[in-house]
């Protein structure tokens, strides 16, 4: 069974000092628990005809003696799975996922 929610989150743009606020669908998967984020569009824009971003895969695991999220593709770490993770963790209202 997959457990399906949205997320809200700002994504910078540090050389310009600035942000854009984002959303998406976020799906576990069980089988090998991560979460599937789809559908992100631009909060002001979230019926626009494209997403600002592909469709990403996360999960998170223990690095260095502490939980982060990684990419399921690579298993690294980047600022956006950091910041998406973070979301999804905002919304769980819990840091770990088991």
């Known amino acids: 069974m997959n457990q399906s929610f949205s997320i809200h989150f700002k ?18 998967h069980h089988s090998t628990p991560h979460y599937t984020v789809s559908n992100i569009r631009f909060v002001n824009r979230p019926d ?3 997403d600002a971003f592909p469709e990403i895969r996360l999960q998170q695991r ?5 939980l982060v999220w990684v990419h399921m593709d690579t298993q ?9 993770g973070k979301a999804i963790d905002d919304h769980l209202g819990d840091s770990s996922v088991e």
């Not at 223990?62 to 502490?66: Q, R």
């Not at 690294?76 to 998406?84: A, F, N, P, Y």
């Open 11 to 28: 994504y910078p743009f540090k050389e310009k000092n600035i942000s854009i606020e984002l959303t998406g669908n976020v799906t576990l």
């Open 48 to 50: 626009g005809p494209y």
């Open 62 to 66: 223990p690095l260095h003696g502490e």
């Open 76 to 84: 690294k770490e980047s600022e956006l799975s950091h910041i998406v």
